[in-house]
Structures are given as structure tokens and as C-alpha cells.
């Protein structure tokens, strides 16, 4: 069975960081997409920032750029998003998600595996 797990959420001061991880197991396929995504209470999930597996493409929301950035490891079963300059706003839980399809707006938007979550509050 393939899993995601997100950890490295937290409560942080408004322009501080965290890094989140998300450790995939048991997949039986080699993912060729993968993103992070967040939903605050009441909202809809939005997406954050996408990556291939080899690391050469990579996306992000606007409201992100530049302050968020992701990655994976060396072993291409663990996906990271290094988050600085955070913001009240960024407040939400954070979704890791997988797909083995080509990279593509498509299927960033369309995952088929997902993780359960990881909470992130910025306090101000």
C-alpha cells in the first residue's frame, strides 16, 4: 500500500520558517509528479508549489514564490518545502501529494496519492 506522510508542521512567529517533509513508502510505481498543497479551515484546498521527480520542473502558487521552495531527496522518496518568511495567511494544513504521470498542469491537479496532513499556524 503507498503512503505519504507529512511531518515538520509547528507553530511558528509570523516571519519565521519551517521546513516540512513528506516520507513515501510502500509505492509500487515511481512518481513522476509531486506537490504540496494547503486548505485553512473553511477554505478549499489550494495548491502550493509542484516538482518532478528529478527536480527540473517546479511550480508555485504566486502567493508563495519566493519564499517557499521545494524539493526532493536524494533518494526520490521524500519531498521537502522549505517555508520562510512566513505569514499568517500561510496558516493551514499541508498535503503532500503523489501521482506516476508525466509532469503536467493536468496532473498537478489531479494527484492520486495524498497524505493525511501537517498543521502550520503563524501566529502573528
Known amino acids: 500500500q503507498v503512503q505519504l506522510v507529512e511531518s515538520g508542521g509547528g507553530l511558528v512567529q509570523a516571519g519565521g520558517s519551517l521546513k516540512l517533509s513528506c516520507a513515501v513508502s510502500?509505492?509500487?510505481?515511481?512518481?513522476?509528479?509531486m506537490g504540496w498543497f494547503r486548505q485553512a479551515p473553511g477554505k478549499e484546498r489550494d495548491f502550493v508549489a509542484a516538482?518532478?521527480?528529478?527536480?527540473?520542473?517546479?511550480d508555485y502558487a504566486d502567493s508563495v514564490k519566493g519564499r517557499f521552495t521545494i524539493s526532493v531527496g536524494d533518494a526520490k522518496n521524500t519531498i521537502y518545502l522549505q517555508m520562510n518568511s512566513l505569514k499568517p495567511e500561510d496558516t493551514a494544513v499541508y498535503y503532500c501529494?503523489?501521482?506516476?504521470?508525466?509532469?503536467?498542469?493536468?496532473?498537478?491537479?489531479?494527484?492520486?496519492?495524498w497524505g493525511k496532513g501537517t498543521l502550520v499556524t503563524v501566529s502573528s
Open positions: 501529494a503523489a501521482d506516476p504521470r508525466v509532469y503536467s498542469n493536468a496532473v498537478i491537479y489531479a494527484m492520486n496519492y
Open positions: 510502500g509505492r509500487t510505481f515511481i512518481y513522476a509528479t
Open positions: 516538482i518532478s521527480r528529478s527536480g527540473g520542473s517546479t
